[in-house]
């Protein structure tokens, strides 16, 4: 069992930055691939960024590709978003997830869900 627990969302210019946590629970963490979704509303939740389990690793959605950096720390159970030149769009609640297996664009695939922490990017 993992519990995730997401903090540094809040609201900000566009153009400006966020870096959003997520810290696990449990000693297995370093063996989980991460994952960071949102969720805009009326929409559908949507892939953002995934790392495997070493780090080694990365994938984008395109929209945030140059923009947003994924990494993690398996030393403090910890996996991070850097947002840098956030955009309107980029509004959304933001989720982490844990796959027990490879790292994926699928949201489906993952195995444990963090509750979400909102970014709002005012124009």
């Known amino acids: 069992q993992v519990q995730l627990v997401e903090s540094g969302g809040g609201l900000v210019q566009a153009g400006g930055s966020l870096r959003l946590s997520c810290a696990a629970s449990g000693r297995t963490f370093s063996r989980y691939a991460m994952g960071w979704f949102r969720q805009a509303p009326g929409k559908e939740r949507e892939f953002v960024a995934a790392i495997s389990w070493s780090g080694g690793s990365t994938y984008y959605a395109d929209s945030v590709k140059g923009r947003f950096t994924i990494s993690r720390d398996n030393a403090k159970n910890t996996v991070y978003l850097q947002m840098n030149s956030l955009k309107p769009e980029d509004t959304a609640v933001y989720y982490c997830?844990?796959?027990?297996?490879?790292?994926?664009?699928?949201?489906?695939?993952?195995?444990?869900w963090g509750q979400g922490t909102q970014v709002t990017v005012s124009s």
């Open positions: 997830a844990a796959d027990r297996g490879r790292a994926t664009y699928y949201s489906y695939d993952y195995d444990y």
